[in-house]
């Protein structure tokens, strides 16, 4: 089958049809531009994961990368979690398979649910959460933010305040997980809970 045949990842991935909240499509990963792909590695380990398809345009259409390409691209992506996506460890693996064009080749990056909640830095200051709509990677709102956390640490408790006064005490085993999986900083604070909605500031 060559090129102009219109293969579709559907022959290389069985009902993936379209971008949707699991599954994006990469022609190429852009080095010169890395938070554009980056953002939904990011996204995808803050859900329950998903794939990114490299040799595939937005319409499921194949055309490949290059053997060469790929080791390139697996480097490229190892590199650029290590410097943007934070923080600590992405769940991730990458699977190449052949396409019927010769030499071409379609490269999927498998991304798990991180362990934490992940973000992008992009500079000294920039710090965003992304979150995955519809095919789209997009900012996450807040409250999706404090939703993400409450997932990711097993959390519930009602909307409503109650009339008990804030006392980190009684936050201690929080805070021992928190100390454990963020070292390099000073410790959970009363800011931070009332950042994520688990606090109120009276």
Not at 28 to 37: A, E, G, M, T, V
Not at 79 to 108: A, S, Y
Not at 129 to 145: N, Q
Request: charged share 30%.
């Amino acid at each position: 089958m060559s090129y102009n045949d219109g293969m579709k990842i559907t022959e290389i991935i069985p009902a993936a049809e379209f971008e949707s909240s699991e599954i994006e499509y990469k022609l190429h990963l852009d080095k010169d531009n890395p938070i554009s792909w980056a953002k939904s590695i990011a996204a995808f380990g803050c859900k329950e994961g998903g794939l990114i398809i490299i040799g595939v345009d937005n319409y499921g259409n194949v055309s490949g990368i290059s053997y060469d390409e790929v080791d390139e691209t697996k480097n490229l992506v190892y590199r650029t979690i290590d410097r943007m996506v934070k923080p600590g460890l992405v769940p991730i693996r990458f699977e190449t398979k052949k396409t019927e064009i010769p030499d071409r080749f379609v490269l999927i990056i498998h991304i798990g649910k991180g362990h934490q909640i992940l973000y992008i830095r992009n500079g000294d200051y920039s710090e965003t959460i992304y979150t995955r709509k519809d095919g789209l990677t997009v900012p996450a709102t807040i409250e999706e933010i404090k939703w993400m956390f409450y997932q990711q640490r097993s959390f519930s408790f009602d909307s409503e305040p109650t009339e008990l006064k804030y006392d980190l005490r009684y936050f201690s085993e929080l805070s021992r997980y928190y100390e454990d999986e963020f070292q390099e900083e000073s410790g959970l604070t009363k800011s931070i809970l009332i950042s994520v909605g688990a606090i109120t500031p009276e």
